[in-house]
C-alpha cells in the first residue's frame, strides 16, 4: 500500500517524502530572508502540501469513521506490554491507546510532555532537513530505488532510535 | 491538483489503520519485540524495489506518457549517518516521524500543533547553520 502511494507520485512525476514539507512551511513563511537554503521557488512544491493535507483528513476519517471507538488502540506485544510496565506506565494488552497519555495539551507543559513533544519535533525536524529524507524518502523512496545513502540513512535512524530507546528513555521515561 | 489530497488520504488512513502512527509501535520497534513495523516498511520496500525497476526498465511511464527518471542521491557519509542519527533520537523520543504527525494532528491529537512548530523551528535552525555543518 505504501509502496503503492509511492508508485503513484512517481506517476505523477513527483518524489515520494513528507518531511520536505517542513522545508517548504518554513519557506512559505518568509525564511528565505534568512538563509539560501530556504530561497527556492516553494510554490512549486505545493502538491506535497496536499499530500499532507491529505494525510491530516485521512487520519480524521480514519480515527472518526473507520475505527470503533473501543478499537482506538496499537495492538503491542504482550513482551512490549511488560517492558512498559518495568518502567512504571502501565498499560493492559489489548487496551494500549495509540497515542501515550503525554500526547495532550496539559502534560506539554510538564518536563516529560515538554522533552517529548518540544525536543522530539526540534530534533525530527532538524535530523531529517540534514539527512535529507525522513522514513517516506529514505526507509521507502530511498531503499526501493537501491539508494546507497538512504541505506546509511536508515543505519543512522536506528543507531539514533536505539540510543534513545535504550540509553535515554531509562534516564526519564 | 485534488489528486494529491486523494494520495494523501490513502497515505493516511493506511498508517492509521496499520498503527504505524503508534508511539508504542515505534516503542516496540526499537526493543525488537515484534515484527510488525519491520513488515510493514519490509513489504512496502520489497514492492517499491519490483516497481522502480519496473520504471527503470522503461516499462512504466508516467501520466503524460514521460520516461520516468528516479534521480541517484549524491553519496556523502557524514550527512546521512549524523542527520540520520539525529532524526532517529527524535524519532524515538516522539514515536511520530513526519508522516503519521499529520495524520494523528487529523485524528484530533492537537497538541502535535507543537511538535510541527519545534520540526520547522529544527528545520529553520539546519537551513541557518547548515554550511558549517560536515556534509
Request: proline share 3%; aromatic share 14%.
Amino acid at each position: 500500500m505504501i509502496a503503492l502511494i509511492m508508485f503513484v507520485l512517481i506517476y505523477f512525476g513527483k518524489e515520494f517524502g513528507i518531511s520536505a514539507n517542513f522545508r517548504v512551511m518554513c519557506a512559505a513563511d518568509g525564511a528565505g530572508d534568512y538563509a539560501s537554503f530556504f530561497k527556492f521557488d516553494w510554490n512549486s512544491q505545493g502538491w506535497n502540501l496536499l499530500v499532507a493535507l491529505g494525510a491530516m483528513f485521512g487520519g480524521y476519517l480514519a480515527s472518526h469513521y473507520f475505527t470503533d471507538p473501543g478499537e482506538n488502540v496499537a495492538g503491542i506485544s504482550a513482551a512490549t506490554v511488560a517492558t512498559l510496565a518495568k518502567m512504571g506506565h502501565l498499560v493492559e494488552v489489548g487496551q494500549v491507546p495509540i497515542v501515550p497519555e503525554f500526547y495532550s495539551w496539559p502534560s506539554l507543559f510538564t518536563l516529560t510532555g515538554f522533552i517529548i513533544i518540544v525536543i522530539g519535533g526540534f530534533l525530527v525536524g532538524f535530523g531529517a532537513r540534514y539527512a535529507g529524507g525522513c522514513t517516506s524518502g529514505h526507509a521507502i523512496s530511498g531503499l526501493s530505488a537501491l539508494q546507497l545513502p538512504s541505506l546509511l540513512a536508515v543505519v543512522g535512524f536506528f543507531l539514533g532510535g536505539l540510543v534513545m530507546t535504550h540509553l535515554i528513555f531509562p534516564l526519564f521515561l | 491538483m485534488s489528486k494529491f489530497i486523494i494520495v494523501g488520504i490513502i497515505f493516511g488512513v493506511t498508517l492509521y489503520k496499520a498503527e504505524a502512527v503508534s508511539w508504542y509501535r515505534i516503542f516496540e520497534m526499537f526493543h525488537f519485540q515484534s515484527f510488525h513495523m519491520y513488515g510493514i516498511i519490509l513489504s512496502a520496500v520489497v514492492a517499491g524495489i519490483v516497481i522502480v525497476q519496473l520504471i527503470k526498465r522503461g516499462r512504466i511511464r508516467s501520466v503524460d506518457g514521460q520516461q520516468i527518471e528516479i534521480n541517484d542521491k549524491d553519496l556523502s557519509i557524514p550527512r546521512y549517518l549524523i542527520g540520520g542519527f539525529i532524526f532517529g533520537l527524535g524519532w524515538a523520543l516522539a514515536g511520530v516521524c513526519p508522516g503519521p504527525m499529520f495524520i494523528l494532528l487529523g485524528s484530533g491529537v492537537t497538541v502535535l500543533i507543537v511538535f510541527l512548530s519545534a520540526a520547522m523551528f529544527g528545520t529553520f535552525l539546519y537551513g541557518l547553520v547548515r554550511d558549517k555543518l560536515p556534509h
